[in-house]
């Protein structure tokens, strides 16, 4: 199982996504999220195959589609958080910190 956690910055909203997958094709998702824009995602974002997700074009995935009839801000990292966990669940990438540090 993967687990990945999302602080997503100045709006304060935190996410929890656990990703699982028994046969490394099919992920499993569970997340819950402080976000009430992306809170109606979490019980429609069960399962996905992490081929179509994890090789689809930026944006293109049904991640994104699905989270793109919430999700208000262009910058939100969760959609791809999701992504990186399948990724980790289904064995196609090794689990590392994905870090975006802003400064002024």
């Given at each position: 199982?993967?687990?990945?956690?999302?602080?997503?910055?100045?709006?304060?909203?935190?996410?929890?996504?656990?990703?699982?997958?028994?046969?490394?094709?099919?992920?499993?998702?569970?997340?819950?999220?402080?976000?009430?824009n992306l809170k109606p995602l979490e019980p429609e974002l069960k399962?996905?195959?992490?081929?179509?997700?994890?090789?689809?074009?930026?944006?293109?995935?049904?991640?994104?589609?699905?989270?793109?009839?919430?999700?208000?801000?262009?910058?939100?990292?969760?959609?791809?958080?999701?992504?990186?966990?399948?990724?980790?669940?289904?064995?196609?990438?090794?689990?590392?910190?994905?870090?975006?540090?802003?400064?002024?």
């Amino acid at each position: 199982m993967a687990e990945v956690k999302v602080f997503s910055g100045i709006c304060g909203f935190n996410t929890s996504v656990k990703v699982e997958s028994k046969n490394m094709r099919d992920a499993q998702i569970e997340f819950q999220t402080e976000c009430p824009n992306l809170k109606p995602l979490e019980p429609e974002l069960k399962e996905v195959k992490a081929f179509v997700e994890c090789f689809a074009k930026v944006g293109d995935s049904p991640v994104f589609q699905m989270a793109r009839k919430y999700c208000k801000h262009a910058a939100c990292p969760v959609p791809t958080a999701i992504i990186k966990g399948v990724e980790v669940a289904c064995g196609l990438a090794l689990p590392k910190d994905a870090v975006i540090k802003i400064s002024k």
